[in-house]
Every structure is written in structure tokens, then in C-alpha cells.
């Protein structure tokens, strides 16, 4: 079994497998389903979520696994029991994997002495790999290839996990990584280039607007959601600029009428819920790779494409 902490703990050529696998299972469509097998794995959520929670259970019943839901507002994690013996707990109820979102950057460090697979859904303003995954998968499914893409990312850079695994697996992919936002979320560490929203917009194959991390800063914003939305959202009148065939992305959830402008979110050019649908095949195969290094069939191989 292996652990799927950070897409920088994996090669190039493992995430492309991943991602092969993804799309494999995307092009079987309702045929993905396994049958019911003795494979427990269980969710342990510390922060809210919505797309990533339900679409980990998705993938995990789809794969035909057993699957234990963790609320930490109903457990003993209310009586101070901390995050490795619940951990513990799940291993010795015979859990395979554990899906965790945590708000402490680098929660998984406290498991070393775990023997199960550890699935990273978000820790603190560290990591999302599967969400990245899922961005690649779209990205692969709308253009074919990743090398030499233009991608822009824009919003909080400073607090969004999301902007952090982009960034690093689009440089590793090839892709020119546009960075840009409010001067003080700005992310020294992120591998791009930043530039102005409108020159990132302009020039981008595919745009990622960010949500802003209001759980995550020290001080309240100091603009208005308008202020935001009119200096770094993406506008009705930013879209006439954008390049010919480029497409809006966002890893939600969309607080609209500021990130973008609510027309956008199912707009032709937005591809917002194809990416809550690709994040299901995206962790059906994560999940695979992760709790075993045998490659699972779940039906016969799609035929290639003429």
C-alpha cells in the first residue's frame, strides 16, 4: 500500500498513470462499477466539504468498498482524542485507507507508525493532491496534451492549497503557470510567473479562479466582496479578452459574484461541474494506486479510439 500525501511525492510518470486510469474509468461510464467486496476504507473529515467528502464516497462505492464516514463534530475527537488514535481505531477495525482533510498543515506526519494507505483530501493551506489530479484530467480531456498549456491561477495564493498543488504538478507537466492576485496573498514559493489579472486572463489557455481562504487569514479582507470582484475577479467584460477555445476552471466552492461573475459558473467557456464529475474518476483511480500496487480491473479495458 502507498500514501497519496502530495503529488511531489510522485513521479511524472505515476501521475500519468493515474491519470490514464482516471480517464480509462471515465470512458466506461455506469459500466465502473465493482462489485461489493470486503475493502474498508474510511472518511475522516476535520474541516467542512462538500465536492471533495461526497465525491471520495462516490469513487469508494463505486469501486465496491466498505466505507466508514468520521464527522469530528460527532466523535470522540469532541473528548480530546487525537487524530492518530482515531487513525489507529480505523486500522483496527481493519480499514485499508483513510481519506483525511485536516486543518493542521502536515497532520500525516503524527502517522508514521500507521500500517494503512493515507489519502490527503486538504491539509491546512498544504496540499490537495486528488483535487490537482482532477485539474489535470480536465485539462488533458479539453486539450489533449499538458506541455505547453498557459495556465493562469488567480485569487489567494497565499493560503489556498489548490494554488500550491496546481502550481507545482502544472510546472512539472510543462505548462507556463501564470500567478496573480491581491499583492498580499501573493506566494514567493510557488513555482510561475505573476502578472497583472488581466494579462493572466489574456493570455491563459485555462483559467483557475480561487476561492478566497477567509478561514485562513489573520486579519478580514480589506476590501468589499465588489471591490474584489471588479480588481481580481473574473468579469463578464475580462471574458471578451480571454484567448479563443480557453476555459474557466475553479475548484469551488464559488462564492459568486466574486471570484467570477455568476453568469460564468455555467457558462460555455466553464467547466466548474465537469471537474466535480472528473473528481470522482480521479480518486476511483487514486484509490486504486494507493491500497494496492496491482492494477485493478473493474471491467474489461476500454478499446482504443480509432
Known amino acids: 500500500m502507498a500514501n497519496l500525501l502530495s503529488l511531489n511525492d510522485l513521479s511524472t510518470t505515476e501521475i500519468n498513470s493515474i491519470l490514464d486510469r482516471a480517464q480509462q474509468i471515465h470512458e466506461m461510464n455506469d459500466e465502473g462499477w465493482a462489485a461489493p467486496n470486503h475493502t474498508l476504507v474510511a472518511n475522516l473529515f476535520y474541516e467542512p466539504s462538500t465536492r471533495t467528502r461526497f465525491s471520495f464516497e462516490t469513487a469508494e462505492k463505486r469501486l465496491g468498498y466498505q466505507v466508514l464516514n468520521f464527522s469530528s463534530n460527532t466523535s470522540s475527537a469532541l473528548k480530546g482524542e487525537t487524530l492518530y488514535d482515531t487513525v489507529r481505531t480505523m486500522e483496527s477495525l481493519g480499514a485499508k485507507a483513510v481519506v483525511i482533510r485536516h486543518q493542521e498543515l502536515g497532520y500525516y506526519k503524527a502517522l508514521g507508525n500507521i500500517d494503512l494507505s493515507i489519502l490527503n483530501a486538504g491539509d491546512g493551506a498544504g496540499d490537495h493532491p486528488t483535487q490537482a489530479l482532477l485539474d489535470l484530467l480536465t485539462l488533458r480531456q479539453e486539450f489533449m496534451m499538458l506541455r505547453g ?136 483511480a487514486a484509490l486504486e494506486w494507493a491500497i494496492s500496487t496491482e492494477a485493478k480491473v473493474l471491467v474489461e479495458p476500454v478499446a482504443e479510439k480509432m
Not at 177 to 197: D, F, I, K, M, R
Not at 213 to 223: D, G, I, L, S, V
Not at 234 to 251: A, F
Open 149 to 284: 498549456l498557459t495556465v493562469a491561477i488567480i485569487g489567494d495564493l497565499r493560503y489556498s492549497r489548490v494554488a500550491k498543488s496546481d502550481a507545482e504538478v502544472l510546472n512539472r507537466m510543462g505548462c507556463r503557470v501564470l500567478l496573480s492576485g491581491p499583492a498580499e496573498w501573493q506566494n514567493e514559493l510557488l513555482p510561475g510567473t505573476y502578472v497583472t489579472v488581466d494579462e493572466a486572463i489574456e493570455e491563459a489557455d485555462a483559467v483557475i479562479m480561487l476561492r478566497i481562504q477567509h478561514e485562513r487569514h489573520e486579519q478580514a479582507m480589506k476590501m468589499t466582496r465588489e471591490d474584489y470582484h471588479e480588481r481580481y475577479g473574473l468579469t463578464m467584460e475580462r471574458t471578451l479578452r480571454m484567448k479563443q477555445g480557453s476555459i474557466i476552471m475553479h475548484p469551488g466552492p464559488i462564492n459568486r459574484g466574486v471570484e467570477l461573475d455568476d453568469e460564468l459558473v455555467e457558462s460555455e467557456r466553464s467547466r466548474y461541474f465537469k471537474q466535480i464529475k472528473n473528481g470522482v474518476f480521479a480518486r476511483m
